[in-house]
């Protein structure tokens, strides 16, 4: 963020304007509410800085997000500058004040980072929105800005880039009678805002629970202080409404009662207000880092030995667990439930009898309703009377809050799928005619940015199908290039209205010249984006991958009412047919790998492809990459269980996944379920394995000692290969540190092996490895 032009606050009546600031602020103070000044212009930073200056609460300093760099201020007023990326780390806390710096080209308009801070504002402040000058107009579209980036894969510059996604931020932003307009070089807009002053109905009444501040939190603690064994509660709530407050609550009286409580949440800044309250209903506890303790002799009682919450990551519960041995585990409260792997969600829920999982419903913390459509099997199945609870009236603001309408339309964030309602109740019986009635159409983006009834059904479908949705999934859509989105579309012939069911949306990838594919597949260039295509040349061994064009699914969705009807296949159907009348023949995808998920693709006529060695930080998951060929150069068809594609490339990376997944599940992925193990090892291919030639391992190895993969991903070759080197070629010394890394390059006898030899370090390891695999295949003179 550059210091703005000397003269850039001269053209502003700084009088006026602290009237100004002053009087919004009262107003605001007086209804509990939040709104939003948008500055557009060519360089807005000069007025930003100038409310700054001005604006009545400082406390805390004003939050400057944008390019992160430190601000030149003329006044005496301190401004936290911040980088878009930064703008979770606010997440917990609460502002006065926010400055969103959309105007400057490197920073542009960061969809998370605003769902971030919006939400953080208290009762009485303002944000901020500074804009180039075009979005005023809103037509012709925005020109792409510093987040558009992130969406600019080979061979796409991002100017190259649509601006749909602006340009409909632009026109709903012009929509909002709320919205506070000040154009650079204007008059200031009226500091009261047509604003609904009879909203604090919704809080009126008396609260039976003293320490509550809505009937929804009375109601939610009270769930908690109650939790029995085996009857989880589930609270999911907007943000604002006081969920984690409720959780410091009904903590502060399990303390009180002598009782340990266990805290995770996805970081300790999302679990701030638990602290905070805790420390107002216990006084005399003391905290210590992520502990609060309440020393002995301060419970209700007077006879407690001392009680204390703690804070765990949601990694390191398990450790914590076992080092209880035969003691009783204490309560465990999960907050934002829903950004937390479902694989570590469901252990807690094994191994803590008494557990509260509290999750945001629409937010940028991940997706709640996500979450509980992802999550509730399993609880019913394992825990069938567990508890849901909602918590709808806000606490750090009043209902209706102008700066959450705005919030919830820009970013989407309570987008649903369609209500079937009577409609559906009359179809139920004869579903199938009913659904035959529908049609797969191909959508038009540039139309499908100004259908916000479309838009909101499409993007509701995709949020309740994936519980990690974040708001700039949205700009995803809209503006990718290469980007196929279709859907199935059921129209009331009455009414001429339109409920969609499903959607699918794929990106195109691959096609990299020759030169720069065998530069992926040696690892020496990463180009942005083509995931699929670049890392089947990069960690799966084939150049061609590369070379290749695919199509990846990176999205499919259907309406849960329709689940388990076909609705899915036929989405993919109509997407290899358009696959092919653009000329490309294979489909791909990648995915958190999980039982159900990965039969669903191998019915649909995908086979895998590579696994992921890592568990994704995400979903707790390792990545699967599964693929299938149409058209010409395959069958089209599903491939019967325990056969390879006829296509030539898909066959060979299927084989040599196949080849691979023996001893990945003996050492990296020794901890798979087995059911998802048995699913994606083929049974009868082993018989269809050619024996490894010297050429073929020749190949392999060469790859890998140019940079290609990774030890890991050439063990079988590398294993044939040295069952059949001479001793001239490999001293003994040098073989037996090959076979020790076959165990893995960070065990513990490879890397006291190692160290013996003086390589310290995995990257040296690592290059030892590589130098040795290459001595293998060196042509004798």
């Known amino acids: 963020m550059t210091t703005p032009p000397s003269d850039s606050s001269s053209r502003i009546d ?119 000058a075009a979005w005023a107009a809103a037509d012709p579209a925005p020109v792409p800005d510093g987040d558009h980036a992130r969406l600019a894969h080979w061979p796409f510059e991002r100017q190259q880039l649509t601006t749909r996604y602006l340009a409909r931020l632009a026109r709903r932003l012009t929509s909002h009678a709320s919205v506070l307009h000040w154009p650079q070089g204007g008059t200031l807009p009226a500091p009261s805002p047509s604003l609904d002053s009879g909203n604090q109905a919704a809080r009126s009444g008396a609260i039976a629970d003293r320490d509550c501040l809505t009937q929804d939190q009375a109601a939610s603690v009270a769930a908690l202080e109650a939790l029995a064994p085996a009857r989880p509660v589930v609270i999911s709530a907007d943000r604002g409404r006081g969920k984690s407050g409720a959780l410091g609550i009904a903590a502060a009286r399990c303390l009180a009662a002598g009782e340990d409580v266990w805290l995770t949440a996805p970081r300790p800044a999302a679990v701030s207000a638990v602290f905070e309250r805790l420390a107002v209903l216990l006084p005399r506890g003391q905290r210590e880092g992520n502990v609060f303790r309440l020393p002995a002799g301060q419970a209700e009682d007077g006879t407690a030995s001392g009680s204390e919450l703690r804070f765990l990551a949601p990694d390191a519960i398990e450790a914590a667990r076992l080092a209880c041995h035969d003691a009783t585990l204490p309560r465990l409260f999960v907050d934002e439930a829903a950004a937390i792997p479902t694989p570590l969600l469901k252990g807690y829920l094994v191994h803590f009898p008494r557990i509260a999982f509290a999750t945001t419903v629409h937010g940028y913390e991940g997706t709640g309703r996500g979450f509980q459509l992802r999550f509730r099997h399993h609880l019913e199945r394992q825990c069938p009377g567990w508890q849901a609870l909602e918590m709808t009236t806000p606490v750090r603001w009043a209902p209706g809050d102008p700066l959450e309408t705005l919030t919830d339309d820009l970013l989407l964030l309570s987008a649903q799928p369609p209500e079937l309602g009577a409609l559906a109740d009359t179809a139920r019986q004869s579903i199938e005619p009913w659904l035959a009635r529908s049609e797969v159409v191909l959508l038009q983006r540039d139309s499908l940015a100004r259908d916000e009834a479309a838009l909101r059904q499409l993007f509701g479908l995709l949020v309740q199908a994936h519980y990690r949705t974040t708001p700039a999934d949205l700009r995803q859509l809209l503006d990718t290039p290469g980007l196929t989105l279709m859907a199935i579309r059921q129209r009331d012939a009455t009414t001429g209205s339109d409920a969609w069911l499903g959607v699918v949306a794929a990106v195109e990838e691959g096609g990299f010249p020759t030169p720069l594919a065998h530069d992926i597949w040696c690892g020496k260039r990463r180009p942005r984006g083509h995931l699929l295509a670049q890392s089947l040349a990069a960690h799966a061994g084939h150049q061609g991958a590369a070379e290749a064009r695919w199509w990846r699914v990176l999205r499919i969705a259907v309406h849960p009412a329709l689940w388990r009807r076909g609705q899915g296949a036929r989405l993919l159907q109509a997407l290899e047919q358009q696959a092919l009348a653009a000329g490309v023949t294979r489909l791909g995808t990648s995915f958190g790998a999980e039982a159900d998920l990965v039969a669903f693709w191998l019915a649909q006529g995908f086979v895998p492809l590579r696994m992921g060695l890592k568990r994704d930080a995400a979903s707790g998951e390792h990545a699967v990459m599964m693929g299938k060929a149409i058209g010409e150069s395959g069958s089209g068809q599903s491939a019967p269980r325990g056969k390879f594609a006829q296509d030539a490339l898909l066959g060979a990376l299927q084989q040599d996944f196949q080849r691979l ?88 006898a490879f890397v006291s092996w190692a160290e013996g030899q003086g390589l310290v370090g995995r990257k040296a390891r690592d290059r030892w490895c590589r130098a040795a695999a290459g001595r293998l295949i060196e042509k004798r003179e």
């Open 14 to 132: 700084l009088p006026g304007l602290e009237a100004w600031c002053r009087t919004l602020h009262q107003h605001l103070l007086a209804r509990r509410q939040r709104a939003c000044l948008w500055i557009s212009g060519d360089d807005p930073s000069g007025a930003a800085q100038a409310i700054c200056e001005r604006w009545p609460s400082h406390e805390p300093a004003p939050l400057w997000l944008g390019t992160g760099e430190a601000l030149s201020t003329p006044g005496a007023t301190p401004i936290r500058a911040l980088a878009m990326a930064k703008a979770a780390t606010q997440l917990g806390g609460e502002q006065a004040l926010v400055i969103f710096d959309a105007a400057q080209p490197a920073s542009g308009f960061d969809p998370d980072a605003f769902g971030a801070v919006a939400g953080t504002l208290q009762a009485g402040g303002l944000l901020v929105l500074m804009t180039p």
């Open 661 to 748: 997944l023996p001893s990945l599940l003996k050492h990296e992925l020794h901890g798979l379920p087995p059911l998802l193990a048995d699913r994606l090892r083929q049974r009868g291919c082993e018989a269809g394995l050619a024996t490894l030639t010297p050429a073929a391992c020749t190949q392999r190895l060469d790859w890998y000692r140019r940079g290609g993969g990774g030890l890991a991903l050439v063990r079988p070759w590398l294993e044939t290969a040295l069952e059949a080197c001479e001793s001239s070629r490999l001293d003994e010394a040098s073989r037996h540190g090959l076979v020790l890394a076959l165990g893995g390059q960070d065990a513990p």
